[in-house]
T-cell receptor, first 113, second 112 residues
Framework: KAGVTQTPRYLIKTRGQQVTLSCSPI?????VSWYQQTPGQGLQFLFE???????NKGNFPGRFSGRQFSNSRSEMNVSTLELGDSALYLC????????????FGSGTRLTVV | SQQGEEDPQALSIQEGENATMNCSYK?????LQWYRQNSGRGLVHLIL?????REKHSGRLRVTLDTSKKSSSLLITASRAADTASYFC????????????FGPGTSLSVIP
């Protein structure tokens, strides 16, 4: 079966712009989580969506938001980009939650200049 | 706050040797998971061990869990160059669908 698909793979944006990243989970998976990975902070939990509802949220400012559609596809949005937002953004899908094990996408590499 | 932390931060071994990585965590958990990441790509799920389990095997991987010491270990036997990667432990905070927090990882280099 198809894996987790993240688009785009690479993105370069300018400070102050906004960006939307997309994630298509494995068919049948209802939980989608987002993580930010940087060399300094490691993997940081952003949020988790289950059946179109945000179920968990990490400690990120309100500039980071997300949503999940009825087909379980998810998007995350970052507004007013800062240089520090440069990172690998990883989407992980799970049948019903992280405690069932995640399947990760390959990530979106965001560079803010 | 970080729930799990791996030890050592970096490990370099010869091909064919065994590699052991440890993970310590702070609060009680439902389960603990190990993941592998190759060169900034997505993470690959290796093993999930539940809090009522003490040991689990998958191929050349062996994971142990000691809830009294709040620690886990990942053993890779007969390592190969292809095992070179970063290894992360991930823990929840005790509820059935709580967010999962990753440790900083162990960077493993297997030298051919």
């Amino acid at each position: 079966k198809a894996g987790v698909t993240q688009t785009p793979r690479y993105l370069i944006k300018t400070r102050g712009q906004q960006v939307t990243l997309s994630c298509s989970p494995i068919s049948g998976h209802r939980s989608v989580s987002w993580y930010q990975q940087t060399p300094g902070q490691g993997l940081q939990f952003l949020f988790e969506y289950f059946s179109e509802t945000q179920r968990n949220k990490g400690n990120f400012p309100g500039r980071f938001s997300g949503r999940q559609f009825s087909n379980s596809r998810s998007e995350m949005n970052v507004s007013t980009l800062e240089l520090g937002d440069s990172a690998l953004y990883l989407c992980a899908s799970s049948l019903a939650g992280a405690n069932y094990g995640y399947t990760f996408g390959s990530g979106t590499r965001l560079t803010v200049v | 706050s970080q729930q799990g932390e791996e030890d050592p931060q970096a490990l370099s071994i010869q091909e064919g040797e065994n590699a052991t990585m440890n993970c310590s965590y702070k609060t009680s958990i439902n389960n603990l998971q190990w993941y592998r990441q190759n060169s900034g790509r997505g993470l690959v799920h290796l093993i999930l061990i539940r809090s009522n389990e003490r040991e689990k095997h998958s191929g050349r991987l062996r994971v142990t869990l000691d809830t009294s010491k709040k620690s886990s270990s990942l053993l890779i036997t007969a390592s190969r160059a292809a095992d070179t990667a970063s290894y992360f432990c991930a823990t929840d905070a005790g509820t059935s669908y709580d967010k999962v927090i990753f440790g900083p990882g162990t960077s493993l280099s297997v030298i051919p």
